[in-house]
């Protein structure tokens, strides 16, 4: 082979390697003007978990790039024609330490930076499920029932009660109070589903048989998807549902009169 | 050399086998079947069954290019059932233009600032953008000038171009296709690939009958019902609320189902109708067929269940004079027990027969040939709507196509021994009774077995 086509070859080589980290790196500056970014972040705990992904996506960019431009110097470096043959080695205790230590440190400072914000979304209920939270939150909300393949609210009577003549039950649409903490009790009556609220920075899966308890607390009003995130037959593509944010004026108005709306006496169909 | 040029072969072919729209089958028409075997004569004539379809292809078009066919009497009346957002009535015309207003928003901004070329073709709705492009190719610079048919400018016209979308016969078709082929079928008849893996079944629109309205004398459903289910969904089924589309998407799907069920009817008696020596009777005997289907469908309207007053509440006297409605055998109360059974879980004498095929007990069938449970009253779930109201139209009129009956009017037994019809206080009273089973099903319980002795005896 010539001296000019090796070189070329070379170049390429190292350039489709070097492709690779420059795309990546590339796509993710460019995310949040091209839109690829996260949603609008509106609730409370929303910014610790975004805190999280951008750290650990940090701490991911810098071994990718780190990684990545390691691989394109070796393509580069030893594929001169006079470089040496490879040599056979077996064995470093030196370089294993490392490569064990160094991630499994790296784990252990992920497990414990995350330990606050899991305990603040998953454990400390507001309605005093850990005791040295104040109690904020005397009773859900509304249960979320997911089934294949809608959700419905049902909201409790004047005295909180689930199985009143008087539940209020909503389909597709999800009321809830702005800049309140809400307390929802998830249930599912047929598969495992996910309640899934991209700018509540909020999943929680829903377990036939379980009331799991989940909390946000939305800081704008505003209408916002729900989906579900967990495969839950042929129809997950189309379960969905809106959530709606509402001033507390307005929420208080849109449960009285749904209330009342029970009560017709069917003039309005 | 050759193996480089197979890769790249093989390359090619997958790239080009990737379409981002894949090409559909176009849906055809599936004949009735079960309408077609129970006439012998139109059975044992493949000529016949074509003679149908074809007229109902003339009648209704087919599932590509859908429309009713217009008699001459209604062009000259200027009446056409093709245009469904001529029956819309002003609220409900509004609730279209804000919820259009919604989901064309980037369109209409893009308009009203002035700048056509920022709008985008909207993912849906093919109808309306043909129609925008031919208007935007006449339009002149100034969107500012006045548009000839109105008083208005230009630019109001483009706006109310997307803000009064309704869509056609044809764009719902296509619409109908994705959302609602794969359970109910290109025909309707709830035979979609889907369907037998549902309990209960999908619905088959083709007899014409629909469980839940709002409505009495097993009148064909209104608009407004057929959009009732769309929005809310039949609880406990497989068909969820269809809130995510757009009021106009909705109304679009009332009006397909509607002509699917026409069609299906239609279908129905025209079968029933054909005779070896006499065939269809002729074009003017399928027209009177047609015209008779579309004509039921119209009177719906006259038949909507309202209670005149305000709801009655649940006083112990009601629930009392309630259970004892419920536990009455047939000619002294309601007689709800024999299927729904003493304490409402479904399980009543009646609600099960000998199937005289196989010689077991089984569960009754509806209309459709599907087994169905009485509504386990316990649980408190109930499929369309837990208002009072809801369950006194249940109660009022049955459920069509199941062997729920109508209850208003039946003859009943007075604690004193006098006769009288069932009336409306008598629903009422049902209604609070049966509510009561649903909020506090073991209080109810251990009511009934002390109230159901001297019933128990009696058998």
Not at chain 1, 101 to 127: N, R, T
Not at chain 2, 20 to 45: C, G, R, T, W, Y
Not at chain 2, 210 to 237: C, Q, S, V
Request: hydrophobic fraction near 40%; aromatic fraction near 12%.
């Amino acid at each position: 082979m010539s001296t000019l086509k090796t070189f070329l070859l070379r170049v390429a080589a190292s350039l489709l390697f070097l492709a690779v980290p420059v795309l990546g790196v590339w796509t993710f500056v460019t995310a949040e003007a091209n839109g690829w970014w996260f949603p609008l972040n509106v609730s409370s705990y929303g910014g610790e978990i975004d805190y999280l992904f951008d750290l650990i996506l940090w701490m991911v960019a810098i071994t990718f790039v780190l990684t990545e431009g390691a691989l394109v110097w070796l393509v580069w470096r030893f594929s001169r024609p006079d470089s040496s043959r490879a040599v056979f080695s077996h064995g470093s205790h030196k370089l294993e330490m490392i490569w064990t230590a160094v991630p499994a440190l790296l784990l252990v400072f992920i497990a414990f930076s995350q330990m606050e914000a899991w305990s603040k979304v998953k454990i400390a209920m507001p309605d005093g499920t850990r005791p040295d939270e104040p109690y904020t939150v005397e009773k859900p909300l509304a249960e979320v029932y997911a089934s294949q393949f809608d959700w419905r609210f049902r909201y409790p009577d004047a005295e909180g009660n689930f199985e009143g003549a008087d539940v209020v039950e909503s389909a597709y649409d999800f009321y809830v109070p702005v800049n309140t903490k809400v307390l929802v009790r998830l249930r599912s009556r047929d598969v495992l589903h996910s309640f899934f609220i991209p700018q509540f920075r909020l999943k929680q899966d829903a377990v036939p048989g379980m009331e799991i308890p989940v909390w946000f607390k939305a800081e704008e009003t505003g209408s916002y998807e729900l989906i579900c995130a967990e495969l839950c037959g042929w129809g997950h593509y189309k379960m969905a549902g809106k959530i709606h944010v509402l001033p507390e004026d307005e929420y208080e108005a849109w449960l009285a009169n749904a209330r009342t709306a029970l009560y017709s006496n069917g003039s309005e169909d | 050399m050759s193996r480089n040029l197979v890769t790249a072969g093989v390359a090619a072919a997958l790239f080009a086998g990737c379409s981002f729209e894949p090409e559909q089958p176009v849906l055809e028409h599936e004949p009735n079947a079960k309408a077609i075997a129970e006439n012998v004569d139109l059975a044992n004539s493949p000529t016949a069954q074509d003679q149908l379809a074809g007229a109902l292809e003339m009648l209704f078009g087919t599932p590509e290019h859908p429309g009713y066919m217009r008699l001459e009497s209604w062009i000259e009346e200027e009446y056409d059932p093709n245009q469904g957002s001529w029956n819309l009535s002003d609220e409900e015309f509004d609730a279209l233009k804000a919820s259009n207003r919604a989901a064309f928003a980037k369109q209409i901004a893009a308009i009203e600032a002035g700048d056509l070329d920022a709008v985008a073709r909207p993912r849906y709705a093919p109808d309306l953008w043909r129609r925008y492009e031919a208007l935007v190719a006449e339009a002149p610079d100034d969107l500012n000038a006045t548009y000839a048919d109105t008083e208005g400018t230009w630019r109001d016209e483009l706006v109310y171009l997307f803000e009064g979308y309704y869509p056609s016969l044809t764009a719902t078709a296509e619409f109908y296709r994705q959302q609602c082929n794969h359970c109910h079928g290109p025909s309707g008849g709830g035979d979609g690939s889907t369907a037998p893996y549902l309990n209960p079944r999908p619905r088959d629109y083709r007899p014409g009958i629909f469980k839940f309205t709002a409505l009495a004398n097993k009148a064909r459903p209104r608009h407004g019902d057929l959009m009732r289910i769309l929005e809310e969904g039949i609880y406990m089924t497989a068909m969820p609320s269809f809130r995510r589309f757009s009021d106009a998407q909705l109304h679009g799907l009332a009006d397909y189902v509607e002509l699917l069920a026409k069609r299906g009817e239609t279908e129905i008696l025209l079968a029933l109708d054909y005779a070896a020596d006499e065939g269809f009777g002729g074009l003017e005997k399928v027209q009177e067929t047609y015209e008779f289907v579309l004509d039921r469908w119209e009177k719906a309207a006259d038949n909507v269940i309202v209670y005149d007053g305000e709801v009655p509440a649940a006083t112990p006297e009601r629930l009392a004079a309630g259970q004892r409605l419920f536990l009455g055998a047939e000619g002294e109360g309601a007689n709800c027990v024999s299927c729904h059974g003493p304490t409402g879980i479904g399980d009543g004498p009646s609600a099960r027969e000998v199937d005289p095929e196989t010689g077991l007990e089984r569960y009754v069938k509806d209309e459709w040939g599907n087994e169905i449970r009485p509504r386990n009253l316990a649980r408190g779930i109930y499929r369309f709507g837990r208002r009072p109201i809801d369950l006194y139209r249940r109660i009022y009129a049955g459920i069509n196509g199941t062997p729920m009956p109508e209850h208003f009017g039946m003859q009943i037994i007075e604690a004193d021994g006098s006769k009288r019809a069932l009336d409306e206080d008598d629903i009422w009273n049902l209604v609070h009774y049966v509510r009561s089973l649903g909020e506090r099903p073991l209080e109810v319980a251990r009511h009934d077995t002390s109230g159901n002795e001297e019933h128990a005896e009696g058998h």
